[in-house]
């Protein structure tokens, strides 16, 4: 059985920007951004291990990324999908965007973690989630994250994903049955 969490990484330069591309279970997903360097810093990283800690506690059901974000984080969907945008802080972010997305699932969404990177005040999280939609449907996706700390809480943010995907969980009413 194939490992879907096992992932080929290649870094290159194209045109003065990094390219990331990144090989998982769910299929290829290419990433572009300046902030990913082939030179990433050691493990040793209190941010990277605030992260890491609330994903464990996202994949264990006692909490979540989003217990670190700052009051007045820009939160950043990118991509064409419909909560591709900039949320102008928490309140919008988690009231627009987590509390549908909730709504729409019957099983949780969990993560696994593939790549946790620090880079300075920046941790770049690579990861698989799944869970099972209300019409009985699974729901995976992969994303990555850019993820920018200061004093612990995540100010910044700037979130990758299979828009397809999602659009396909997002047809389903908030209160499907």
């Keep these: 059985m194939k490992n879907p969490l096992r992932r080929s ?33 050691s493990d040793e990283s209190p941010n990277k291990a605030i992260v890491q800690k609330a994903f464990d506690a996202w994949a264990a059901g006692t909490g979540s990324p989003y217990d670190l974000l700052a009051t007045d984080v820009k939160w950043t969907i990118t991509g064409n999908s419909a909560a591709s945008k900039t949320y102008p802080g928490r309140d919008p972010f988690i009231s627009e965007v987590i509390k549908p997305f909730n709504a729409r699932m019957s099983v949780g969404h969990k993560p696994a973690i593939g790549i946790c990177m620090p880079r300075g005040d920046t941790v770049v999280v690579f990861f698989d989630a799944a869970g099972t939609a209300k019409d009985g449907k699974p729901y995976k996706n992969t994303y990555a994250w850019f993820l920018d700390l200061q004093d612990g809480k995540i100010v910044n943010a700037s979130a990758f994903l299979d828009s397809i995907a999602f659009k396909e969980l997002w047809k389903l009413p908030p209160t499907a049955p």
């Design 9 to 41: 990484i290649k870094f290159e330069a194209f045109a003065g920007v990094r390219k990331i591309a990144i090989t998982t279970g769910f299929g290829l997903s290419l990433l572009t951004a300046n902030q990913v360097g082939a030179a990433m810093t």
